[in-house]
């Protein structure tokens, strides 16, 4: 199933976990895509129709056998990187999950523009650099006090994505 599938496509209840099985068991695509179904099984209020679970969470837990903070993950992803999926969805994947959730709370609060400048320090950046990155928006302290007065302009090639330095 393609990420554009499963936001069209309407499923049963037992298609969407079928298919939030199969996406657990493969890369980021598929991760935003179970993000996806899982918010529609909410919605659909899915827990309801198998009757074993109090709850949403109980069910994604006893009937998926999803832990509660991964399935948590996964929905806050999948609600934050909306806005930049129909323009931005190249620049989405190339961004691991484990950044994506670091970015996610900075995402939520900023407009996309900004939101697109987060996206592609997450995709070029170490997760060291990225959480550094971060603790400066948040003007707390990074861990190293260089000044940075010393820069180089890098370009990155989008068709092989090489890097290489700016003039040169």
Same mark, same amino acid.
């Given at each position: ?56 969470? /109980? %069910? ?6 999803? #832990?509660?903070?991964?399935? *948590? +993950?996964? &929905?806050?992803?999948?609600? =934050? ?35 697109? /400048? %987060? ?6 950046? #170490?997760?060291?650099?990225? *959480? +550094?990155? &971060?603790?400066?928006?948040? =003007? ?29």
């Amino acid at each position: 199933m393609t990420l554009k599938e499963a936001i069209e496509k309407k499923l049963t209840k037992d298609e969407r976990e079928k298919e939030i099985r199969v996406a657990l068991a493969k890369g980021l695509e598929d991760y935003l895509i179970a993000g996806c179904l899982l918010t529609k099984a909410r919605k659909e209020r899915d827990w309801e129709k198998d009757h074993i679970a109090h709850n949403f969470w /109980e %069910w994604v837990e006893k009937e998926l056998l999803i #832990s509660t903070s991964n399935g *948590k +993950r996964m &929905i806050e992803i999948w609600e =934050g990187i909306q806005p930049y999926l129909q323009n931005h969805l190249d620049v989405v994947l190339q961004v691991e999950f484990t950044k994506l959730a670091e970015i996610m709370p900075i995402l939520k609060k900023v407009k996309v523009k900004e939101g697109l /400048e %987060w996206l592609h320090t997450a995709a070029t950046n #170490s997760v060291r650099d990225l *959480k +550094r990155n &971060i603790v400066e928006h948040k =003007g707390g302290q990074p861990d190293d006090l260089c000044d940075h007065v010393r820069t180089e302009n890098w370009l990155k090639c989008c068709k092989c994505h090489k890097f290489f330095k700016n003039g040169g």
